[in-house]
């Protein structure tokens, strides 16, 4: 949908625009914390554990009628279709929901904010200490920290608007906010070079985001559902909560224990490397993470659509969608990292920043680690539509492989130890035990579906390795 490219061009824009400004003018260690900062942030709203698409679907059960049994049932795909049985209970009122989930996200503000303020802290005081002025970091670290409640309990605005099918409007408003934050922070920069005005700048934004949201959920409760928006907060099912819990921890898990390993790397590493390997290292990371979620519109796309086909019982069609969306998913993230090591390189000398593109191994392994990661997650949404969710088993194991591999890599291999065993947990694990799931749900054979899917992607990314050494050999 249009809403979705304008997000996508907004998520563009802060690497098109306020990424080579923050490399331009701050220096090296400022990097660092304002990418480590980013990072902390991005693990804090992981606290979510899944339950903001869990309750934007309650609200909208509720609205339709719908019981408690009805969401106990999370697998039938027939009460999209034919209604809720009269046999299901009495059905939910949406003062209900809305008040059950208001209380819940409160309290998951207040964990976020207690883990910030003592983890998020120990994290922060080796980088902020070796800042020539300490307090300007202290001062960034305190607004991003009041950022993070906001942020969190704007999952509420966000599953009340999706619920009541105001999803365009959620995403504008988004775009907006995004928009605005880009351009004012840029400023900030170029103005300043302060890190603690940067953290300001976007935290306000958080705040302005909220507000809004807040302010269109409440116009949409009066206005479209006729509720007393004040009395919701008094209101609490604690069924509710266990219901949602049931059907969201699994996928909120899986989501950790992948994506959050991803980006725990990037915590990991200012502690056990130098500034300028740490401050590389994060600008990768940011650099394949973009990569990654802009190779993600292609499949998820049509994930709806493929969920349409398989309770229709239209396999051919569903196996359609599934391919063509991974083929161009992986193709997209071919071209994002053709990008990321053939042209930012460039980018970075002309910037003339205090940041260099980090070793060509650790660029390398990483990028091959990415690969690997979509190339299993996107499997495992296609065995997610059999309605039998492995998530927290399978990328769990996968975790806790990354983690040994990485103890046992340090000492050995350094800084490319972390790559590797992202590497060697989702290429060796995770994307031959979950293709294999997929392949026999949708009854295909591995190499009739490799040819059409994955094996042009791999070859070009094949290239784009042998590409980056023959460069790398001919500039020597």
């Not at 969401?71 to 009122?93: F, N, V, W």
């Not at 056990?272 to 796309?301: D, G, K, N």
Request: glycine share 10%.
């Amino acid at each position: 949908t249009i809403n979705t490219w304008i997000s996508i061009g907004v998520r563009m824009g802060g690497l098109a625009l306020l990424l080579p400004l923050v490399l331009r003018y701050l220096d090296l260690q400022q990097i660092l914390i304002w990418q480590l900062q980013s990072s902390i942030m991005a693990m804090m709203l992981w606290i979510d554990f899944g339950l903001t698409p869990t309750f934007s679907r309650f609200i909208a059960v509720a609205r339709g009628g719908g019981s408690l049994q009805d969401l106990r049932q999370t697998g039938r795909q027939e009460l999209s279709t034919r209604g809720y049985p009269a046999e299901a209970g009495p059905a939910l009122d949406l003062e209900t929901m809305i008040g059950t989930s208001g209380r819940i996200y409160l309290a998951m503000a207040l964990v976020g904010t207690l883990i910030i303020g003592l983890i998020g802290t120990l994290v922060m005081m080796g980088p902020v200490a070796a800042l020539s002025n300490p307090v300007e970091g202290w001062q960034a670290w305190a607004f991003t920290a009041v950022a993070v409640p906001f942020a969190l309990m704007n999952g509420n605005n966000a599953s009340v608007l999706i619920g009541c099918d105001r999803i365009t409007t959620l995403r504008r408003v988004e775009s907006v906010i995004g928009l605005l934050q880009i351009l004012s922070t840029s400023v900030v920069v170029v103005v300043t070079e302060n890190l603690a005005w940067i953290a300001a700048s976007y935290t306000f934004w958080t705040v302005a985001g909220f507000a809004l949201n807040r302010w269109q959920r409440q116009a949409v409760l009066r206005g479209q559902e006729g509720l007393a928006a004040s009395d919701m907060p008094r209101v609490w099912n604690p069924e509710v909560l266990r219901v949602a819990w049931a059907a969201g921890w699994r996928s909120g898990v899986g989501v950790l224990l992948s994506t959050g390993i991803i980006q725990g790397t990037g915590m990991i590493m200012p502690q056990i490397a130098s500034a300028e390997i740490s401050a590389a290292y994060l600008l990768l990371l940011r650099l394949m993470t973009v990569a990654s979620q802009l190779s993600q519109a292609p499949f998820y796309s049509r994930l709806p659509a493929m969920a349409k086909a398989n309770a229709g019982g239209s396999r051919a069609e569903m196996v359609a969608l599934a391919k063509y969306g991974l083929k161009l998913s992986l193709w997209t993230m071919v071209v994002g990292i053709f990008g990321i090591l053939f042209i930012f390189p460039q980018a970075l000398l002309w910037i003339n920043g205090s940041v260099r593109m980090p070793p060509s191994s650790l660029s390398l392994l990483l990028a091959l680690a990415f690969f690997a990661e979509r190339y299993g997650a996107m499997h495992m949404q296609i065995y997610t539509l059999s309605n039998h969710v492995i998530w927290h088993r399978v990328n769990g194991l996968t975790g806790i492989a990354i983690i040994v591999a990485f103890a046992l890599l340090w000492p050995m291999v350094g800084t490319v130890a972390m790559p590797m065993a992202m590497l060697g947990g989702y290429g060796l694990y995770l994307c031959p035990a979950i293709s294999r799931r997929s392949l026999a749900f949708i009854g295909q054979d591995r190499w009739s579906f490799e040819r059409e899917t994955s094996l042009g992607p791999g070859l070009g990314l094949a290239t784009c390795i042998a590409l980056f050494f023959l460069v790398g050999w001919w500039q020597r």
